[in-house]
């Protein structure tokens, strides 16, 4: 699904140096590298803090851990998303409220929101899925009006600009109160094992978040709140401070091979592509993900990858069918989307290094499993 052997040797010399000056100073945890990249990410985002920590899930943890949520409130989120998402909201018995997700974009359908806020409602989690972001003047207006936390996971969307007020682009990560984002290394900006950070512009809650991620320590050895160990390590740090760089590029040729895969598969009739807002970067393509419509997706998938060809689904199951996280009270005709799209997405091979013979080579084998079925 990712090709991290060929985007290595292109940044290999930049990366091993990076990697050697943390060895030489032997500052593992918490060292310059840290920092450095910390303060690197703040003005690529245009944000006034990031708070590294060990990875995406922690991150969201702790953005929700910083809004001193109490036991029993309800947060919003997709249906539709990776696990992660909900996980945090239950383990810190806070109630997750599933919503359905938007046929077009997959992400949280605003229209929803509203319905399913109760007097016990706090926050709303958007996930800018596959790289797409959701549709944040509605989520944010719903938000204000109700006096909600708004808690972006970017764990999919980073380097994504929003065309907001007046068409001023604003970052993914900046558009709510805070923001969780990963470096799994397969994420759009990827460290060589886990990473993640909490974004925002709020100080107060950032001078909280960074004593929760170190055991709740705001001078040293004195313990003011049950905080968490949370940290990026200094050879990741440097791993992604190099990436940065070039994380404008990584996505734009992420956008440009989605380009060419929509232009070789849209038009036909067992296939939705996917849905991109025109003159927009609102997608960075964190997965390219179709709908194949009256065939049989699963049968797609075992064809593909008879031809040695990855591809994934993201994901099967919606969250409300987990048996970890399903409800009795729930009922199952709320979600006909994601019922729907658990069974039609496929996600395609996405990354920077795709070529155009690769991606026709992908795009004649979905055609030709269509063809043939
Ligand atoms: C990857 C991911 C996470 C979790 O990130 P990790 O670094 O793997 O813990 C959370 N939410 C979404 C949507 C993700 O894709």
Redesign the pocket.
Known sequence: MVDLKSQYAFIRNEVQASIEEVLDTTSYINGPAVKSFQEDLQEYLGVKHVIPCA????A?QIALMGLKLKPGDEVITADF??A??VEVISLLQLKPVLVDVDSKTFNIDPALIEAAITPKTKAIIP?H?FGQIADMDAINSIAKKHNLYVVE?N??GIGARYGSVNDIKTMTGTLGHVAAT???PS?NLGAYG?G?AIITNDDDLAHFIRGIVNHGMYERYYHDVVGVNSRLDSIQAAVLKVKLKYLDFYNERRKEASIRYTNLLSNHPNIITPHRKLACDSHVFHQYTLRIINADRDALVAYLNTHDIPCGVYYPVPLHRQKAYADPEVNEASFPVTNQLVKEVISLPMHSELTTDQIAFISGKVLSFLKEN
């Open positions: 990875n995406g899930t922690d969201l998303t990776f992660a998402t996930v899925l996971d764990a999919q990963s470096f799994f994420k886990d993640g």
